[in-house]
């Protein structure tokens, strides 16, 4: 069993920078891939990031690639998502999440077995 707890959401002006957090607890957190998803009102949850259980290996989703980046500290058992360069169209509600059984890392949150509640990204324009 695995909890996950997110922080470091808020409002932020277009083209301003947050870095979220993502808590685990539990003593395996070295073998979870971790992904970050995220969803706004009335569309579908959305892949944004993930990163391997080593760290070795990271993706992206599209829409941020260039301007987000994932990182690890497996001895704190914490994931983070640098978001720079912030667009309103980044407002959405962002859920870290852990994934022990695929190789290498997923942007399907089918493969995903363990969710955080989410925090809150507002970008104002």
């Known amino acids: 069993q695995v909890q996950l707890v997110e922080s470091g959401g808020g409002l932020v002006q277009a083209g301003g920078s947050l870095r979220l957090s993502c808590a685990a607890s539990g003593r395996t957190f070295s073998r979870y891939n971790m992904g970050w998803f995220r969803q706004a009102p009335g569309k579908e949850r959305e892949f944004v990031a993930a990163?391997?259980?080593?760290?070795?290996?990271?993706g992206y989703g599209e829409s941020v690639k260039g301007r987000f980046t994932i990182s690890r500290d497996n001895a704190k058992n914490t994931v983070y998502l640098q978001m720079n360069s912030l667009k309103p169209e980044d407002t959405a509600v962002y859920y870290c999440?852990?994934?022990?059984?695929?190789?290498?890392?997923?942007?399907?949150?089918?493969?995903?077995?363990?969710w955080g509640q989410g925090t809150q990204v507002t970008v104002s324009s």
């Open positions: 990163i391997s259980y080593s760290g070795g290996r990271t």
């Open positions: 999440a852990a994934d022990f059984r695929t190789l290498g890392y997923s942007s399907n949150s089918g493969h995903y077995d363990y």
